[in-house]
C-alpha cells in the first residue's frame, strides 16, 4: 500500500541555519503530495503542495519538489527562526477514482527545534 | 471565516465508558475526514463523509466506533467501551470538492485528545 517515510527527528539547529527535512514515499498511480506543520497546541496546518512531478510547492519561505524519479519530496528553508520550531509532517493523498475519497497519509512526523 | 472546530479538546475517560466527539466543519464543505494521531506518529485515516453519506472507513474503525453527519454539517464520532488503546488525539479536517477538481486541500481542526485510564 502507499507509505511515506520521513526524516527522523528530531532535528535541532541555530537560527538562520539550512534545513532539509528527507521525505520518500511508496504509491501506485500519481499521488499528490504535501507537507504539513503542526505548532505546539494546534491542529496540522498545510504547508505547501505539489500535484504532479517536478512541481514544485513553496510557502513561508519553505520549499519542496516532486521529484518521481526519486520518489522524494525534501522539505527545505533557506534560513530557520525561532518560529519555525513544530512538528513537520509529510503526507501523500490516496486518490480514489470511485467517490473521489482523498485521504491522506503521513508520514511519523519530525521535530523540529530551532534555538536563537 | 472560521476554521473546523472541535468539541471537547481533553477528554479524560475511565476504560469501558463511552465518549463522544464532535467535529464542525468549515461551512459549505461537503466533505469531512477523521484521522486518529497517536503520540509520536502521523495521523491515520479513520473514516470519510462526502455530505452526510459516510463512503469510507478504514479497518482502524472497529465495531466499537461508530461516526455520523446527519444533515451534512457537523459530525459526531462515538467510542463505545473505551480501551486504553483509544488513547489518541482524534483530528478532524473538512475540505471542499469544485466540480471534477483533481486535488482538494484538507482543513484541519485542533483535535481532541483523548486519554483513557
Known amino acids: 500500500g502507499n507509505s511515506v517515510t520521513q526524516m527522523e527527528g528530531p532535528v535541532t539547529l541555530s537560527e538562520e541555519a539550512f534545513l532539509t527535512i528527507n521525505c520518500t514515499y511508496t504509491a501506485t498511480g500519481y499521488p499528490s503530495l504535501f507537507w504539513y506543520v503542526q505548532y505546539p497546541g494546534e491542529g496540522l496546518q498545510l504547508l505547501l503542495k505539489?500535484?504532479?512531478?517536478?512541481d514544485k510547492g513553496s510557502n513561508k519561505g519553505f520549499e519542496a519538489t516532486y521529484r518521481k524519479e526519486t520518489t522524494s519530496f525534501h522539505l527545505e528553508k533557506g534560513s530557520v527562526q525561532v518560529s519555525d520550531s513544530a512538528v513537520y509532517f509529510c503526507a501523500l493523498s490516496d486518490l480514489r477514482a470511485i467517490q473521489g475519497a482523498q485521504k491522506l497519509v503521513f508520514g511519523q512526523g519530525t521535530r523540529l527545534t530551532i534555538n536563537p | 471565516d472560521t476554521g473546523v472546530s472541535q468539541d471537547p479538546r481533553h477528554k479524560i475517560t475511565k476504560r469501558g465508558q463511552n465518549v463522544t466527539f464532535r467535529c464542525d466543519p468549515i461551512?459549505?464543505?461537503?466533505?469531512l475526514y477523521w484521522y486518529r494521531q497517536t503520540l509520536g506518529q502521523g495521523p491515520e485515516f479513520l473514516t470519510y463523509?462526502?455530505?452526510?453519506?459516510?463512503?469510507?472507513k478504514s479497518r482502524l474503525l472497529s465495531d466499537r466506533f461508530s461516526a455520523e453527519r446527519p444533515k451534512g454539517s457537523f459530525s459526531t464520532l462515538e467510542i463505545q467501551r473505551t480501551e486504553q488503546g483509544d488513547s489518541a488525539m482524534y483530528l478532524c479536517?473538512?475540505?471542499?470538492?469544485?466540480?471534477?477538481?483533481?486535488?482538494?486541500?484538507?482543513?484541519f481542526g485542533p483535535g481532541t485528545r483523548l486519554l483513557v485510564l
Open positions: 505539489a500535484t504532479k512531478a517536478d
Open positions: 479536517a473538512s475540505s471542499r470538492t469544485l466540480d471534477r477538481v483533481v486535488m482538494e486541500t484538507q482543513y
Open positions: 461551512s459549505e464543505h461537503n466533505r
Open positions: 463523509f462526502q455530505n452526510e453519506a459516510q463512503l469510507e
